[in-house]
């Protein structure tokens, strides 16, 4: 049931000994923070649930090395991450975006953004994400990575290090860069705007 | 006029205001299915182990042999461009043999 808690430590020696019961009720344990992950960084023209799966069958083929110096969910957020790292790796750089690209709502909030002095609406949130997903899928995967964790889900450097295995100093670097090339791209788009 | 920073700032700021979607539960099935493809799978053996190993042993042995080869090479360029290290390598062989 999945209201009950889970003894993570108990199900994984189970899971060990490959009793199926267990591995469910650990995969379905685990899905919500997988899935959160994926769609975080889900990678173009990938099935969600494909690569949930693909995680899901690297966890239970690396199990083994889990020595349990971290809380298992870390673990297997540090495979997600990777796992779909890997995968934005594989892909082609999408075209760079132009003005003409964004949908109506898309254009209304970046107006919104570049000349008002305010805020956007708060019923404009999700076109504003929208937006900020097209700009990231202009970066290469590990900035993209980098300032989707620190900017749009406001982990803290010594979080990011936990799931990604990278050095603090690494992080800010990418992501002072990461922001600069967000910057860029974003002047041009004004450029665009005004001659559009 | 303003300056991109500020634009990046404050979309960011936007997009952070959309409401986070509800956490799934796994889909009807979808945990079965990956137990079912895990269970297919071959434990794995010593065999596995040792060959994973040894992929990584032959990949160090490479790389060394290419180290020792590149330094094989350049003792010769040094000792030929300088004729004391010229002396002192012939002077080695002499004591060897």
Redesign the interface.
């Known amino acids: 049931m999945?209201e009950e808690k889970l003894d993570v430590a108990a199900c994984l020696e189970r899971v060990r000994r490959?009793d199926?019961e267990a591995?469910?009720?650990l995969?379905?344990h685990l899905?919500?923070l997988v899935?959160?992950i994926v769609?975080a960084h889900l990678p173009r023209r990938v099935a969600e649930?494909d690569l949930?799966?693909d995680i899901?069958?690297k966890m239970?083929?690396n199990l083994?090395q889990y020595r349990g110096v971290m809380p298992f969910e870390h673990w297997v957020s540090r495979i997600a991450v990777t796992t779909c790292l890997d995968q934005l790796r594989a892909q082609k750089r999408r075209p760079e975006l132009r003005w003409a690209d964004l949908s109506e709502t898309e254009a209304e909030?970046?107006d919104?953004?570049?000349?008002?002095?305010g805020?956007?609406h708060?019923s404009?949130?999700?076109a504003?994400?929208e937006?900020?997903g097209k700009?990231l899928e202009q970066l290469n995967p590990e900035d993209r990575l980098v300032v989707t964790l620190l900017?749009?889900e406001?982990k803290s450097v010594a979080e990011i290090q936990q799931i990604t295995g990278w050095g603090a100093s690494l992080i800010k670097v990418r992501a002072f860069r990461a922001?600069q090339k967000?910057?860029?791209h974003?002047?041009i788009l004004?450029r665009e705007r005004r001659h559009a | 006029m303003h300056d991109s920073k500020d634009s990046w700032d404050r979309l960011i700021e936007a997009a952070r205001q959309a409401p986070e979607p509800a956490m799934p539960e796994a889909p009807f099935g979808f945990a079965t299915r990956v137990v079912a493809r895990w269970q297919s799978a071959p434990p794995p053996t010593l065999l596995s182990v040792w060959e994973l190993l040894a992929r990584r042993i032959l990949v160090g042995a490479c790389a060394v042999m290419l180290l020792s080869l590149a330094l094989h090479l350049s003792v010769p360029q040094r000792a030929a461009s300088d004729p004391i290290a010229a002396a002192e390598n012939l002077i080695e062989f002499a004591v060897l043999e």
């Open positions: 999945p490959r199926e591995a469910r009720r995969v379905e899905y919500p899935i959160k769609r649930e949930a799966q899901f069958l239970f083929a083994e909030v970046l919104a953004v570049i000349t008002s002095e805020e956007a708060p404009q949130g999700m504003a994400r937006v900020v700009l900017d749009l406001q922001r967000l910057r860029k974003l002047e004004e």
